[in-house]
T-cell receptor, first 114, second 115 residues
Framework: LAKTTQPISMDSYEGQEVNITCSHNNIATNDYITWYQQFPSQGPRFIIQGYKTKVTNEVASLFIPADRKSSTLSLPRVSLSDTAVYYCLVGPMNYGGSQGNLIFGKGTKLSVKP | GAVVSQHPSRVICKSGTSVKIECRSLDFQATTMFWYRQFPKKSLMLMATSNEGSKATYEQGVEKDKFLINHASLTLSTLTVTSAHPEDSSFYIC???????????FGDGTRLSIL
């Protein structure tokens, strides 16, 4: 699976838009980009998944440039409750089995301040 | 939708005890379930993958006789840590997937502490 690189941590204030960028230079043609959120002592929660261009749902947007070597998770108007670790994962959409599992990197610890 | 429940959420037991953790998909049938381990301030590490009715596939370095996985139905998988020792203390998380091509949905984890 493609290796990903994200900032270790980010700070923000309530009400701001937060953009977390993930680099995945070796992304393969059949790889998708998926973001998960994890609060302390909880399991990760699926946020958004995309292949190219832009994907938007009720909680976030995902921007993927044409070369797909990076992606940006955009969280609009963050609140204190958005403080969490955000993981960027890249892999084939048919996740599963020893050959195509989710590989979690170190993630980005987002701290939202009042 | 897509709720995964793990039980217990926390367990403390003596060294040498075997501990069973349950993972249930509450509102969907999961063809595949996954078990992860996460140490403090570290990322999740996949331990094993299990498909309903089949033997689990373990990742390299994970002892299959130590971590017994059973996936007897489409809504339940169990992880048994046999003869647990302090070094097995960790946060164990399961996930479940409806089918290939669908995202994994995670439980809220089990904090295992071996004294």
């Amino acid at each position: 699976l493609a290796k990903t690189t994200q900032p270790i941590s980010m700070d923000s204030y309530e009400g701001q838009e937060v953009n977390i960028t993930c680099s995945h230079n070796n992304i393969a043609t059949n790889d998708y980009i998926t973001w998960y959120q994890q609060f302390p002592s909880q399991g990760p929660r699926f946020i958004i998944q995309g292949y190219k261009t832009k994907v938007t749902n009720e909680v976030a947007s995902l921007f993927i440039p044409a070369d797909r070597k990076s992606s940006t998770l955009s969280l609009p108007r963050v609140s204190l409750s958005d403080t969490a670790v955000y993981y960027c994962l890249v892999g084939p959409m048919n996740y599963g089995g020893s050959q195509g599992n989710l590989i979690f990197g170190k993630g980005t610890k987002l701290s939202v301040k009042p | 939708g897509a709720v995964v429940s793990q039980h217990p959420s926390r367990v403390i037991c003596k060294s040498g005890t075997s501990v069973k953790i349950e993972c249930r998909s509450l509102d969907f049938q999961a063809t595949t379930m996954f078990w992860y381990r996460q140490f403090p301030k570290k990322s999740l590490m996949l331990m094993a993958t299990s498909n309903e009715g089949s033997k689990a596939t373990y990742e390299q370095g994970v002892e299959k006789d130590k971590f017994l996985i059973n996936h007897a139905s489409l809504t339940l998988s169990t992880l048994t840590v046999t003869s647990a020792h302090p070094e097995d203390s960790s946060f164990y998380i399961c996930s479940a997937r409806v089918a290939q091509g669908q995202p994994q949905h995670f439980g809220d984890g089990t904090r295992l502490s071996i004294l």
